[in-house]
């Protein structure tokens, strides 16, 4: 019997389920206990891609970099001297670990985003080769295979923010992927694909879950689990406030929104392909399989006004000025042409006469810092330009919240915190969310009595 038909499942285990021997152990006991699993995405083992990024990003000494080399192998080793160290799985992670050093070592590294991006391949590369074994050794059987991603997931060139190819994904997903999956469950990698050129892609940062979303399409997958070291999506970050509740089911907008705006659990591009492919989404934590979790899809029984807070920190707020904007047609057009060639996303806007405000995501180990100075030398050619850091995004979502008066609507929610600690609001544009700017400082304390009033115990 096929597995590729509607029953077929992707799991996707993030850096904290492939951490070690034994998160990998309890992660292969969840793929064993439901053949419905064909298809499985790894990220690297937990603390890989930082070490990665250390390397690819920052100027270091040839000592400093064997010491990072060095964490990296120390890391890799550990799983194989539990696995004890079969031939055959140590000499693909040796060879990988040799190719790392070299790429390492590459005197245009820092500067290039293509070598980048192969150098951060390999964290995934290699925790897929060491699970598939795991896998193996705790089922007792040849049921597990490692793949290499690359080889189905194409990309256009555009390193480290790669835009997926869809028919030719879906092609060779066709030709290669599903043949294999009637007789193994097929490991593969997130976070990276291949160009037409045979060069290695990256997603971005967070990638891989945006990755087992078009590989869950391109196999027509039944459903996408997302496993995690959290039970399901829950009111807000549990780490905020142990207020917090699980939320069982959430529809495909709902999610949209908070992994837009901040919630962890998913990457904000994870339901793209879900949406447009009808693969409902599952999220559950590793660590607890049997806690439950939580469903998304496109129908849910229960729509509440209110469903979720969420929080996004570093963003960075520019505000355009001049004089021109008065009256004139094309400005905007100009600003938004400028923000386009950066490939800078926008989240919240307001205009007035002469100005507007926006705001972009700038998180820590992106390349958004250098392109966000390029983007303003380039706009202050025709207008001022003001630049704010230390801020945070928090965004109510639910449904219809733009005009819900059950509670009092928006309006009391901003008295609650109290207006002078905002920074930007933006209310209407969207049902399913009413988002503002708060300093930094103060983000979590307002996300607390927020939810305190939404989600009173």
Request: proline letters at 4%; a negative charge.
């Amino acid at each position: 019997m096929s597995q590729t038909n509607n029953s077929t499942i992707v799991a996707k285990f993030g850096g904290t389920s492939v951490a070690n021997f034994a998160a990998m152990s309890r992660c292969a006991k969840i793929i064993i206990n439901n053949p419905d699993i064909r298809l499985v995405v790894v990220s690297a083992s937990a603390g890989v891609t930082n070490l990665l990024v250390k390397l690819g990003n920052e100027v270091l000494s040839s000592n400093e970099k064997e010491s990072v080399l060095q964490q990296i192998r120390n890391i890799e080793n550990a799983i194989l001297n539990d696995l004890g160290r079969p031939i055959k799985v140590e000499a693909v992670i040796s060879q990988l670990l040799e190719q790392l050093a070299e790429i390492a070592l590459h005197p245009l590294l820092v500067t290039s985003t293509k070598l980048k991006d192969e150098l951060l391949s390999f964290g995934e590369r290699m925790s897929s080769v060491l699970f598939a074994e795991v896998i193996n050794q705790v089922s007792g059987e040849s049921l597990a295979t490692a793949f290499d991603g690359r080889q189905v997931l194409k990309t256009d060139s555009s390193f480290a923010k790669a835009e997926p190819q869809l028919e030719a994904t879906k092609k060779q997903a066709e030709q290669i992927l599903k043949p294999l999956l009637d007789t193994k469950v097929v490991i593969t990698q997130g976070f990276i694909g291949q160009d037409n050129f045979g060069n290695t892609t990256t997603l971005g940062r967070g990638g891989s879950d945006y990755s087992a979303a078009l590989f869950a399409e391109a196999v027509d997958a039944f459903a996408l689990q997302i496993w995690t070291d959290v039970t399901g999506i829950y009111t807000t970050d549990p780490r905020i406030t142990d207020k917090a509740r699980p939320i069982s089911e959430i529809s495909f907008d709902e999610a949209a929104e908070m992994a837009t705006f901040g919630a962890k659990i998913l990457h904000p591009a994870t339901l793209i392909p879900a949406i447009r492919s009808g693969v409902k989404v599952f999220v559950g934590s590793s660590l607890e399989p049997d806690a439950g979790g939580t469903w998304i899809s496109k129908d849910v029984d229960y729509r509440p006004a209110y469903r979720a807070v969420a929080l996004r920190n570093e963003q960075t707020l520019l505000t355009v000025k001049s004089p021109e904007m008065l009256h004139a047609t094309g400005f905007l057009a100009r600003v938004f042409a400028i923000l386009a060639k950066h490939k800078l996303s926008v989240d919240l806007i307001t205009t007035s006469e002469i100005s507007v405000a926006l705001t972009i995501d700038n998180p820590p180990n992106t390349p958004v810092a250098a392109l966000l100075d390029a983007c303003v030398n380039d706009l202050r050619s025709f207008c001022d330009v003001n630049v704010e850091s230390d801020l945070a995004l928090v965004a109510v979502i639910g449904n219809h919240v733009e005009h819900d008066d059950n509670k009092g609507g928006a309006g009391r929610i901003f008295s609650s915190i109290g207006e002078d600690k905002l920074r930007l609001i933006c209310h209407g544009a969207s049902e399913h969310n009413v988002c503002f700017l708060v300093k930094q400082e103060n983000a979590k304390d307002i996300v607390r009595q927020i939810h305190d009033y939404l989600f009173p115990a």
